[in-house]
């Protein structure tokens, strides 16, 4: 079994970053310290109209939250990543992320000049940021998935959604295997619904190994037949 | 229960019926009032809102559910863009629950989520990029939509189902215009869950100018 380190990266909290990451790469993520956040789109790097699909994912797999053994579905209905680890089973991909509006309401706005890079920009922000720079602008954007984060749904009529405080903590992953190349686009800006009067964005350790192809034992394969059909569309692709 | 019933003294500019499969976009200009109305009951319309003047700035599932706190879309429910805009708020709902989580059914994710035999069956995203192109948008201006009449309840361990629908024959929803709109509709084809009781229908549009 294939699992080399290529490189690693620490980014900063309240930072964006993106990744060309590809088919037998992983990309492992890891807090580095309470309620990290990491908004994350995803893009098929052959075609970037080609995305993440949040509400696909999600009845696909008849799941509210993201966990390990699903894969991330694109609205082509193929695999792009697969969770294949994770120490926390709650994922949130229903809420969104932060604007740069919510920031300025509770902590103050800030500009580079006053505050140089200790700056609080959104996940939106920094988002926005790295499509830019990759040709891709605001039409690009999708439903993230927020990792570490978990934003609970009440079992009442209205499907009531809570914060639920401390549930990522320093050392808790997740590790995403690339079952085509994609673009990975992350920001690690609190999420708006922490409650946390304080901003204190985690950083968080992102690191990419070499890993091998799904097996006919894959977890994500026997997870569902769903789940098994998205990764055959990938294979598809990448024969 | 709502003001808008009292208000149909107000000019009546739109009246039309979607076939089952069909679509629909056109101008719902601000503070119009936009019903739509389940003529046969459980029928899901899969609807998009863009702000009229700035197309990019389009409705927002997950910033809309964040913003109300709550999953699920009801009389009171504000629409958002992506950059937390309001659109439209829902003024009256005589079905009580409207999803939007769920998304657009598509030929590939039919394919995915009831198998190959699928694949060639009509779908909502057919529709949409057909419907879009009307006004120069394509598949990058198509984001996870409203499914007005579909049931889509989540709980509190994570899980997710499509339910039979809440919805019935006459039933409708009415929403207020909260600035210049762009609605694009898909009259949801799917024929292999629950969620137009296996059975598409047409639906009905009514709108009133301020
Ligand atoms: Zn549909």
Not at chain 2, 78 to 98: F, K, Q
Request: aromatic share 8%.
């Amino acid at each position: 079994m294939t699992r080399d380190l290529l490189y690693g990266v620490q980014v900063p909290g309240g930072s964006g970053w993106s990744i060309l990451l590809r088919r037998q790469q992983a990309l492992r993520l890891t807090a580095q310290g309470p309620d990290a956040s990491v908004s994350m789109l995803v893009y098929a790097a052959a075609d970037t109209t080609e995305r993440l699909n949040v509400p696909d994912t999600l009845k696909a797999q008849m799941a509210a939250a993201v966990r390990a053994p699903m894969t991330l579905m694109s609205d082509m209905g193929k695999a792009l990543l697969s969770v294949t680890a994770s120490s926390l089973d709650w994922h949130d991909a229903i809420t969104g992320h932060g604007l740069d509006a919510d920031i300025a309401a509770r902590f103050g706005g800030t500009t580079y000049q006053s505050a140089r890079n200790e700056w609080r920009r959104s996940a939106r922000t920094c988002l926005l940021e790295e499509l830019r720079v990759h040709g891709l602008d605001n039409r690009d954007l999708h439903a993230t998935v927020n990792w570490f984060t978990k934003i609970a749904p009440a079992d009442d009529a209205a499907g009531s959604l809570r914060f639920v405080p401390g549930h990522a903590r320093e050392g808790d992953f997740v590790e995403l295997r690339a079952e085509v190349d994609v673009f990975v686009v992350l920001a690690t800006s609190p999420h708006p619904l922490n409650p946390d009067a304080q901003w204190r964005p985690a950083p968080v350790r992102a690191d990419v190994f070499a890993v091998d192809a799904p097996a006919a034992d894959d977890a994500a394969r026997q997870f569902r037949d769903e789940s098994s059909r998205s990764l055959v569309m990938a294979e598809r692709s990448c024969a | 229960m709502s003001t808008s019933s009292q208000n149909r003294t107000q000019q009546q500019f739109l009246d039309v019926v979607i076939d089952a499969g069909d679509g629909w976009i056109g101008d719902i200009p601000a503070g119009s009032l936009f019903r739509v109305v389940d003529l046969h009951g459980n029928q899901a319309v899969d609807t998009l809102f863009y702000d009229a003047h700035d197309l990019t700035n389009r409705f927002s599932a997950v910033d809309t559910i964040r913003f109300q706190g709550a999953v699920y879309l009801t009389t009171g429910s504000v629409l958002r863009s992506v950059n937390g805009d309001p659109l439209a708020t829902i003024v009256e709902d005589t079905c009580g629950r409207h999803d939007t989580i769920g998304g657009a059914c598509a030929k590939e994710s039919n394919e995915i989520r009831y198998g190959e035999h699928t694949r060639f069956q009509h779908a909502c995203r057919s529709t949409f990029v057909r419907k879009a192109a009307e006004r120069g948008l394509t598949k990058r201006d198509l984001t996870h939509n409203v499914n007005f009449f579909m049931n889509v309840p989540v709980t509190s361990t994570g899980g997710l189902s499509f339910a039979d629908g809440v919805s019935a024959a006459g039933k409708y929803v009415e929403l207020r215009a909260e600035r210049d709109l762009v609605v694009l509709i898909s009259n949801c084809p799917q024929l292999n869950n629950p969620c137009n009781g296996y059975d598409p229908t047409p639906v009905q549009l009514l709108g009133w100018s301020q």
